[in-house]
């Protein structure tokens, strides 16, 4: 009788944005799914450690004209909208200082 090999993975989270997306000019419906109201722009950001979603929330809210629709320091997620300038300046500068000031490994900010 052969052996198996049993193989044990661990997250050991780091300190990352692991995804920076910007929706721009969501359809109705997905505003609706979504729960926020029609919006030029949705910006949604994940980070490690949760904590860091606080962090993130401060700076894009003092980045642009945004609203924060969503904060989970648990799962790291945070969602604000606004117009499309606002989103990306927000999304932007909240990447660009988790990295520069805090250490934090970028994501690249993407756009659909």
Known sequence: MEDKKRVIQEYVPGKQVTLAHMICNPRPELCSLVGVEKVGAIGIMT?????????????????????????????????????????????????????????????????T
């Open 47 to 111: 980070i490690t450690p949760g904590e860091g979603a606080i962090i993130a929330a401060d700076i894009a809210s003092k980045s642009g004209n945004v609203n924060m629709d969503f904060i989970d320091r648990f799962t790291g997620c945070v969602l604000f909208t606004g117009d499309v300038a606002a989103v990306e300046s927000s999304l932007e500068n909240s990447v660009r200082t988790l990295s520069s000031v805090l250490g934090f490994t970028p994501a690249p900010i993407t756009r």
